[in-house]
Every structure is written in structure tokens, then in C-alpha cells.
């Protein structure tokens, strides 16, 4: 489903002097229905390796595929498509402040342009799986860090993506909300659902026991099919 | 797609009201723009009523002495009606002369009486004619002081339009002159707080932006509600114009009325009121639409 060819990512500084090399050669696949961990400390490469395959950043060499389309190549007025394919679900949760938990949630099926009788159906369904049911129409400063991690989640599920992509999903949550989320990851994957989640959080994946790709300074050290968080 | 526009509309009224503040400074500029370009659509109308009716009023009169037959009178009609400058020409006997004054001033028994009190027509048979063009009008005269006959006429009552039809023209065109330059001026500024509007609006939403493309909005679901909040913009503005300009139209009317020679203001308002309309929503709805274009293809790159 996703396959990293050879990217390497250098960013330049601003003034054009430093190079600073975020990925280096790195080669992977990820098949469907896959739960994938990209672990790693701060700086290693996670997040601009979720970057690349939502077509946020363009490899400075190699190939990113999403199926057998080359990210990279997909003009920028239509990566939407492939964005829709994919739930992302971020460390700072990036939740619309205006919106309430069901507002937030329905965007994603509103610019899909689903009638709102779609919307409904499913909205509840999805509120249901996530357990914010009695919280839909709070807005964001009106929840717990865990319950806006939980809108985020949903928000990245209602439209029944192909892939999730988690990118610390955990960062900002004490380890009872960490467990309820990853919880919920779990549930995601079982139904069927491609999960790739970065983290740096030892205890997560140490439990869960799943696939885990290991980054040191943009390198691939380590992809263990079962594997521990070993740095 | 329709329900997609309605949602792009809908989140176009929340950006609108989330910026009200500027969006209403950007109103105000843009209402002084339209009532601009009313005005000068306006004083176009009434210069060029004012230019027709000049060019269609009185003419020149020839007033026969008393007792010059009518025999004499058609003679010299038919001489005047040969001139190629001569449009139309017209007898007016003196019986007829005088059934009009009274006619006229049947209402004045002021004028009625002091007539009575004469005894006698005192009206003298007299030709009106009509010339082509305004500048024709100067030539007629000379042939009539020239002809032969010119001890039957008693007085030639000529107003000279040419003069009154060129100051119009020159009124008329410093008047538009004017009006574009301040037009264009205003139209600048109204661009200005339009395009500064969106750009605040795009600025404050700018994380918003980043998660809308992360969760796959196409380019112009993010663009289109920037777009929409131009276009109520507009239609405010043209709303609140068109109602002042109304108002100032039937309740100033009669007044307006006694300043400008009869003109009458609504007949103008109703008459055009399409033309209006069309030029409000061009000026309106054009404006604010480019100025959000221009914002948006320099603060919302996607």
C-alpha cells in the first residue's frame, strides 16, 4: 500500500547554508491491513516520513508510492484525492476551535460532499465506536486532552479512510488517556483499517507487539515484524 | 456539487461574520464607490434629458407685422422650408396665438384679465422653425434678415442654443472627468480594504487552513468560502446603496424637481432601474470579487 523507494529528505536552511538530512535512503513497504510503528527519538525522521506520504514534502531523492501512484508526481491541486484516502491524526490534535466535537468530526465528510443524512448516520456510528457521544457538541477548549485526541481519531475515521497515519498521537496524554488511544488504534486495525504510528513512547510498543520500523538520524536501523523498541 | 456550494457558501457567512468589523469598513468604502458611479450615471441621464430638451424646445420665431396677409406669410414659409438646415416649420396664426396664451394661463386671472382689459389680440402671426442641428439655427436667422420681405417682419426671437449646448457638453465632460478620477481613486481604496479584509481573514485562519488540507479539502472548498465572503461583501454594499439611492430618489423628488427644471428623479430611478441595478452589481460584486482574488492568490498558496 505505501512504498518508500530509496528517499532521502535534505532540508536547507533558510539562508541556503546548512543542510540539514531528515531521511537518508530510506526503503520500506507497508502492505494493506498492516499495523506499522515508526519509532524513534526527536529528530529522527518520523514525522517527515508522514509528511512525504501525505505529499507535504517532496523527497530530495527516491520515490514515495501511495498503491501505484507516485505521490510526488500528483499535481498539489490534486493531492486531495489521495488525502482522503488517509486519516491523520496529529500530536496537537489540530481541531477546528469553532467547531464543536460533531462539527469537527463531519468536516471531513462535508468536503467529501456527503448529504448531511450520510453525515448523521455515520457521525453517530462513529461517536458511539470513540465513546464521546455525551460530548458532541462541545467544542475543543471544552474537553480533556484524551477526549480532543479521541475527536481527532474519529475525525481521521468517520470517511473510512484506506490508511491512518498517527504521528504522536499520545505526545500530550497521561498514560491512562496513552492506553485509551492506542486502544482505540487497535480497534481501527482489527477492523480492517492500515494503522502507521510514530511514537517515541517505549510502553506502547512494547505492548502491542506489531510490526516495528526503527529511525536513527534518518536511517532505517532496525524493521522488526514483532518488534520491541529497542534504541 | 450543490450541496457542496451550499457549504462553501455556508462557511463563507461564518468568515464574514467572524471579520464583521472589517468587513463593514470594507462596505463603506465600497458604498461611496457605487454612490460614485451613481452619481455619475445620474448626471449623465439628466445632462443629456437637459441637452434634448434644449436641442427639441422653442425654436426661432418670426413675428409678422400686423398687417401682412397670410399669402405673404406661406410665400417666405416656402422660401425658409427650401433651407437644407430647416427641419420643420410652422404657422401659428394670431387667433391661434392667442387661444394658447389663454390656454396656458387659464389658471393665472391675473394675466387673463390684463388680456381682457386690451380689448384686442394683441398676438402677431408668427412661423416657428425647427433646425436640423443646433449650430443650424445661427444660419436660418441670417437667411430670414436677408430676405427680401424683411420689412414685413416685425421681430425674429432667436435663442441661441449653441452656446447653452456647449457648456453643457463642456460641464458634462468635466463633471465625467472628475467623477472617473475620484471613481477610480475610491475603487483603488475599496480594493485595498477588500483584499486587506481577506487577508486578515486567511492570516487568522491559517492553521485551520494547514489541518483543512491535511484532511483532503480541495482547493477551492478552502478558497471558495474567502471568495463568497467578497461576493456578501459586495451585496451589501450594492444592497445599502440602492436603498439610499431609492430614498434620496422619492423622498427628495419634488424638491430635486424644482432645482433641476422639471427633471424628475424617480422617473430617471424607474426608467434605468436595470441599467442601475446591472452597474451596481458590476462596480459591487467586481470589485470585491477581484480584490478577494488578488488576496487569495497571494496569502493562500495551496
Not at chain 1, 510526488?72 to 489540530?94: A, N
Amino acid at each position: 500500500m505505501i512504498n518508500f523507494k530509496n528517499v532521502t529528505k535534505i532540508y536547507q536552511s533558510r539562508e541556503g547554508n546548512q543542510l540539514r538530512v531528515a531521511l537518508e535512503n530510506i526503503s520500506f513497504k507497508v502492505d494493506k491491513s498492516e499495523f506499522v510503528s515508526i519509532v524513534g527519538k526527536s529528530g529522527s525522521g518520523k514525522t517527515t516520513l508522514l509528511r512525504l506520504i501525505l505529499g507535504e514534502e517532496k523527497p530530495t531523492k527516491g520515490r514515495v508510492f501511495f498503491e501505484d501512484l507516485d505521490v510526488h508526481r500528483i499535481k498539489p491541486s490534486q493531492l486531495y484525492k489521495i488525502r482522503r484516502r488517509i486519516g491523520v491524526v496529529f500530536q496537537d490534535y489540530k481541531l477546528f476551535p469553532t467547531k464543536t466535537t460533531r462539527e469537527n468530526i463531519a468536516y471531513v465528510m462535508e468536503v467529501m460532499g456527503a448529504t448531511d443524512e450520510e453525515i448523521e448516520r455515520d457521525l453517530n456510528h462513529i461517536l458511539d465506536i470513540v465513546g464521546l457521544k455525551d460530548r458532541a457538541n462541545n467544542f475543543p477548549h471544552e474537553l480533556s486532552g484524551g477526549e480532543r485526541q479521541r475527536v481527532a481519531i474519529a475525525r481521521a475515521l468517520i470517511h473510512r479512510p484506506d490508511i491512518i497515519l498517527a504521528d504522536e498521537p499520545t505526545g500530550n496524554l497521561d498514560p491512562y488517556n496513552t492506553f485509551e488511544i492506542i486502544r482505540l488504534l487497535i480497534k481501527i486495525y482489527e477492523m480492517g483499517t492500515t494503522v502507521i504510528l510514530a511514537t517515541h513512547d517505549r510502553e506502547i510498543i512494547n505492548s502491542l507487539r506489531k510490526r516495528v520500523i526503527t529511525l536513527e538520524n534518518g536511517k532505517i536501523i532496525r524493521d522488526d515484524p514483532k518488534g520491541r523498541f529497542i534504541l | 456539487m450543490l450541496i457542496l456550494f451550499k457549504r462553501v457558501f455556508k462557511n463563507g457567512w461564518i468568515s464574514f461574520k467572524r471579520n464583521i468589523g472589517l468587513n463593514i469598513a470594507t462596505i463603506f468604502v465600497m458604498i461611496l464607490v457605487i454612490c460614485l458611479i451613481n452619481i455619475l450615471f445620474f448626471l449623465n441621464i439628466i445632462f443629456s434629458i437637459l441637452i434634448s430638451e434644449i436641442r427639441n424646445k422653442a425654436d426661432i420665431s418670426v413675428y409678422f407685422k400686423k398687417d401682412v396677409s397670410f399669402e405673404k406669410i406661406s410665400e417666405i414659409e416656402s422660401e425658409i422650408s427650401k433651407l437644407p438646415e430647416t427641419k420643420s416649420i410652422e404657422y401659428v396664426s394670431k387667433e391661434a396665438a392667442h387661444e394658447s396664451f389663454i390656454e396656458r394661463y387659464k389658471n393665472n386671472p391675473v394675466l387673463i384679465d390684463s388680456l381682457n382689459e386690451i380689448g384686442e389680440n394683441p398676438f402677431l402671426s408668427s412661423l416657428k422653425i425647427k433646425a436640423k442641428e443646433a449650430e443650424d439655427y445661427g444660419k436660418i436667422v441670417d437667411f430670414v434678415k436677408k430676405l427680401d420681405f424683411g420689412n414685413l417682419i416685425e421681430e425674429i426671437d432667436y435663442f441661441q442654443r449653441k452656446p447653452v449646448i456647449d457648456k453643457i457638453f463642456s460641464i458634462t465632460s468635466g463633471v465625467n472627468k472628475a467623477g472617473i478620477i475620484f471613481a477610480v481613486v475610491f475603487s483603488f481604496i475599496a480594493v485595498l480594504a477588500g483584499f486587506n479584509a481577506i487577508k486578515i481573514a486567511i492570516q487568522n485562519l491559517r492553521e485551520e487552513i494547514e489541518t483543512m488540507r491535511l484532511v483532503g479539502a480541495s482547493n477551492w472548498f478552502i478558497r471558495g468560502p474567502f471568495l463568497v465572503q467578497g461576493v456578501i461583501v459586495g451585496f451589501f454594499s450594492i444592497l445599502i446603496t440602492f436603498f439610499i439611492t431609492s430614498i434620496i430618489c422619492f423622498i427628495f423628488d419634488s424638491k430635486l424637481k424644482i432645482l433641476i427644471f422639471g427633471i424628475s428623479f424617480v422617473d430617471i430611478f424607474i426608467n434605468n432601474l436595470w441599467k442601475l441595478i446591472l452597474i451596481q452589481f458590476i462596480t459591487g460584486i467586481g470589485l470585491s470579487v477581484f480584490s478577494s482574488i488578488l488576496a487569495i492568490r497571494k496569502y493562500l498558496k495551496i
